[in-house]
């Protein structure tokens, strides 16, 4: 059974950072590429960033510059690095196992959300 296991949000000023981390198990992550996505309330999950096998990046404009999405196969973890956030940042935060090792194909995995709050 894969897990996919975030943690790190919580509530923080406009301006300020967290880290998000996603823990996996099994032998999915390795091989997989990975991402993180967002939902706000009353809008739609969208992508935030996605790391592939071999560590390509790939990033929403909306956060281009400010997040930074890495991987540390030996953890078998991957973390998204939020910096400058902003009121609109604020959503639950959702880590992702693609299917392949690019991100291109489906999902086969999701974490169970953490949220992330900025205060203006």
């Known amino acids: 059974q894969v897990q996919l296991v975030e943690s790190g949000g919580g509530l923080v000023q406009a301006g300020g950072s967290l880290r998000l981390s996603c823990a996996a198990s099994?032998?999915?992550?390795?091989?997989?590429?990975m991402g993180w996505y967002r939902q706000a309330p009353g809008k739609q999950r969208e992508l935030v960033a996605a790391?592939?096998?071999?560590?390509?990046?790939n990033y929403a404009d909306s956060v281009k510059g400010r997040f930074t999405i890495s991987r540390d196969n030996a953890k078998n973890t991957v973390y998204l690095q939020m910096n400058s956030l902003k009121p609109e940042d604020t959503a639950v935060y959702y880590c992702?196992?693609?299917?392949?090792?690019?991100?291109?194909?489906?999902?086969?995995?999701w974490g169970q959300g953490t949220q992330v709050t900025v205060s203006s």
């Open positions: 992702a196992a693609y299917r392949g090792s690019i991100w291109y194909g489906g999902i086969d995995y």
């Open positions: 099994g032998s999915i992550f390795s091989n997989n590429a």
């Open positions: 790391i592939s096998k071999g560590g390509s990046t």
